[in-house]
C-alpha cells in the first residue's frame, strides 16, 4: 500500500446526503483528528458547497475540505495520493465511479463504497483487480445495507458451523424478518441506471442474473432463483422475494470464492423476505412480489429522511444453516437504524476505519467486507454502529 500522507480518511461526496451523514458519523466518533487521533478531510466539487455543509452540520471549522471531480482523473488521482482510505459516496457507481477506483487501484490506495451495481463491480474486477493486487490498494464494495449484514451474517454464521461441527452449512437461507426504514435516492438511482444499462443491451442480462458473476473463473452449483413467492418448509413460513438478493447473493458467492470455498464447494444460498405462515402469510407474499414501488418511486439522489425517521428504522435478519448430515443453526443480524441511510452511514465508514487502522487485514485486490475484514469488522460495528450478531 502506498505511504499515506496527510489522512486516514477522505469522504468523497461529503456533501450528498449520505456524506454528510458520514461526516456526522465520523466527528461525533472521531473528532476532527486535531487531539491526534484518526484523520480525515470532507471531498467534492464544489469548496464553498462542502464548507456550508461543515457548518450546516456543526462540524469543527478544522475538518479539511477538498476539491475533486469524479469526471478529472487528476483531481481523482491527487486525492488518493493524500490518504489511506477513499469512502465514496457518489453514485451510481457505473457513471461516477469508474475513474476514482481506477484512480486508487493505480495509487495504491484503499477504496470503500455503497455500490449495489452488479454489473460495473462485474467489469471493475476484470479491468482492475491485478491493478490493485500489484498496488497494495484493498478495493471493497458494498459496504452498506447492501451487503454488510447479509455478507457479515454469513460469514458470522459459517465460522460458528466451523467452530461448533468442523464443517461449513452447506446451504443457508438469508431472511429478513422486519425492517423498517426507505431506501436511498442513490440505491434508487443505481437501480434504475442499471435497468437502464440492461435495457440497452440485453445480453448483460444473463450477469445480472448470474449468482457467480463476480467470481470470474468459479461457478459452483445450482441456486435457487428467489424470483417468486415460496413456501420455505425448512422454516415453516412463506417468504417474497427480495430485491437485493441480486446483489446480496453475488457477494456471499464472491466472499466464498476469496475465502478458498470456506463454505465450501457446494454451497447454497439465496434470500427472501418473510411475510409468515398461512393463508395470510401467503397473501402477503403474493402482495409484495407484485409490488413495483421501487420501480416507480423518483426520490432523486441527495434526499432522504429526517433524523427521527431515521432513528425509527431497524432491521432484523435471520440467517438459517444447514448441513448435508442434518446440522441445523440460526444466528441473526439486527440493526438500530433505517437501513437505507442511518444505518449504511455508520457502516461504510466503520468498514473506512477498519482499513485504515489495519493495514495488514488483507493485500491488494477487490474484496468483499467479510474476506477483507471478517471478525474485525464485526466487532467494530458492534461496539460503534448500532449493530448486534446473535447465535440464536
Known amino acids: 500500500m502506498a505511504t499515506p500522507n496527510e489522512f486516514d480518511i477522505i469522504v468523497f461526496g ?3 446526503y449520505t456524506g454528510r451523514l458520514v461526516a456526522e458519523y465520523l466527528q461525533s466518533q472521531y473528532g476532527d483528528g486535531a487531539d491526534g487521533g484518526l484523520t480525515w478531510a470532507m471531498c467534492g466539487r464544489n469548496l464553498e458547497k462542502l464548507k456550508t455543509t461543515r457548518d450546516e452540520l456543526g462540524l469543527s471549522p478544522t475538518v479539511p475540505v477538498l476539491e475533486a471531480d469524479a469526471n478529472d482523473l487528476s483531481s481523482l488521482r491527487e486525492i488518493a495520493s493524500k490518504c489511506k482510505v477513499v469512502l465514496t459516496t457518489v453514485g451510481p457507481y457505473q457513471q461516477y465511479g469508474s475513474g476514482l477506483l481506477a484512480a486508487c487501484a493505480e495509487v495504491g490506495t484503499d477504496y470503500v463504497d455503497l455500490c449495489g451495481e452488479p454489473l460495473w463491480m462485474q467489469r471493475m474486477i476484470k479491468e482492475y483487480e491485478e491493478v490493485a493486487a500489484k498496488s497494495g490498494a484493498r478495493i471493497v464494495f458494498s459496504c452498506g445495507f447492501d451487503s ?15 467452530s461448533q461441527y468442523s464443517e461449513p452449512f452447506s446451504r443457508v437461507r438469508g431472511r429478513v424478518r422486519s425492517m423498517e426504514g426507505s431506501w436511498s435516492g442513490g440505491t434508487l438511482a443505481s437501480f434504475r441506471s442499471t435497468v437502464s444499462v440492461v435495457t440497452e443491451d440485453p445480453q448483460l442480462l444473463s450477469s445480472l442474473v448470474d449468482p457467480f458473476a463476480l467470481t470470474p473463473g468459479y461457478t459452483g452449483v445450482s441456486q435457487p432463483p428467489g424470483n417468486q413467492p415460496h ?32 463454505y465450501g464447494e457446494e454451497f447454497v444460498y ?17 402482495a409484495m412480489a407484485a409490488d413495483q414501488s421501487m420501480a416507480e418511486d423518483s426520490t432523486p439522489p441527495g434526499q432522504g429522511p429526517s433524523r427521527e425517521e431515521r432513528e425509527r428504522g431497524m432491521y432484523d435478519i435471520l440467517f438459517a444453516g444447514t448441513s448435508d448430515n442434518g446440522r441445523f443453526a440460526k444466528i441473526s443480524v439486527h440493526g438500530d437504524m433505517d437501513p437505507g441511510y442511518g444505518s449504511t452511514s455508520k457502516m461504510i465508514a466503520e468498514c473506512a476505519v477498519c482499513l485504515a487502522k489495519n493495514p495488514d487485514l488483507a493485500g491488494g485486490g477487490i474484496w468483499t467486507p467479510s474476506a477483507a475484514m471478517g471478525l474485525d469488522l464485526i466487532k467494530r460495528l458492534e461496539d460503534n454502529a448500532g449493530l448486534r450478531f446473535v447465535i440464536e
Open 14 to 16: 461529503a456533501s450528498g
Open 148 to 162: 454488510v449484514p447479509f455478507d457479515l451474517g454469513v460469514y458470522f454464521l459459517q465460522l460458528h458451523a466451523l
Open 231 to 262: 413456501y420455505d418448509d425448512a422454516l415453516q413460513t412463506w417468504t417474497a422475494p427480495f430485491v437485493m438478493a441480486v446483489i446480496n447473493t453475488k457477494t456471499v458467492h464472491r466472499s466464498n470464492h476469496l475465502l478458498d470455498r470456506m
Open 270 to 286: 439465496d434470500e427472501m423476505f418473510v411475510t409468515g405462515p398461512g393463508e395470510e402469510g401467503e397473501q402477503l407474499a403474493n
